[in-house]
């Protein structure tokens, strides 16, 4: 009988022959801040909204070129928002102010920014659709826009208002300091939809009287998409991006009328 010599190497075994399954790592919960943080931001937003509106009704006697009152608009109107936030951040969050608020800017917030815009478009066609077709008094937010485009001034500044600063401010308010408060009692679907229904409600208007109806709603709308794209990704930079896209193509809208087009059209 033929004798083999004995096997070299390292034995195999059961362990070493089958490979040991991989999880993928458990996502980070949504961060969190004390439920005053978002009341608190809440009243200080709506109070400084309703403020601006009825300061510059009393101020447009004075017939100041355009481009003042809208300066005055932004600084009262967003300007202690931001006051709140940094104070809310320092005395309930870390104090690490963009951290608390979710504006940790990455290079793919610039490829979610436009998913999450097309997600607000679509929300915004099926309740707008709903609300028309339900007849709920509808009236836009950007009567009066187009008037003034010959003022160069004026535009320069509508759009860093609209397109720069209104997204900046707001998504750190609702998606940074809203949701997180809200998050901190309730689940993940409640908290959405109420701080999406306090976006609407922060763009209403006296003047637009039942016409502020159908906006809330149709801005909830929007709203939630905003929310649930800050949830999934866990931060406010894509809703920033996505919230200037939305402003800004209203704008184009507007300014070069064919909103009204569309609108004599439907």
Excluded: C
């Amino acid at each position: 009988m033929t004798a083999f010599p004995p096997p070299t190497g390292l034995p195999v075994t059961s362990s070493s022959a089958a490979a040991e399954p991989t999880f993928a790592p458990e996502r980070a919960p949504h961060p969190t801040l004390p439920i005053q943080v978002a009341g608190g931001a809440i009243v200080v937003l709506m109070v400084s909204l309703f403020s601006s509106k009825y300061l510059l009704d009393a101020l447009i006697t004075f017939e100041w070129p355009v481009v003042v009152y809208v300066a005055l608009l932004g600084a009262i109107g967003y300007g202690p928002s931001l006051i709140w936030a940094r104070y809310a951040t320092n005395r309930w969050g870390s104090g690490r102010f963009f951290r608390d608020v979710g504006l940790q800017p990455e290079l793919s917030d610039l490829g979610w920014g436009p998913v999450v815009w097309l997600a607000a478009i679509g929300t915004q066609i099926v309740v707008g659709a709903i609300v028309l077709g339900l007849g709920v008094p509808l009236e836009n937010n950007t009567d009066g826009i187009s008037e003034l485009t010959d003022d160069r001034t004026y535009l320069i500044s509508i759009i860093i208002t609209a397109v720069i600063a209104a997204p900046f401010v707001e998504e750190i308010v609702f998606r940074g300091l809203v949701m997180r408060g809200l998050r901190s009692r309730l689940p993940v679907i409640p908290t959405i939809a109420l701080q999406a229904v306090l976006f609407g409600v922060a763009h209403v208007d006296p003047v637009r009287g039942t016409g502020n109806i159908g906006l809330v709603l149709v801005l909830s709308g929007v709203g939630a998409a905003f929310g649930g794209g800050a949830y999934l990704l866990r931060r406010i930079g894509p809703t920033i991006v996505a919230h200037a896209i939305f402003n800004g193509a209203v704008l184009v809208l507007v300014l070069t009328n064919a909103q009204e087009w569309l609108q004599n059209n439907s």
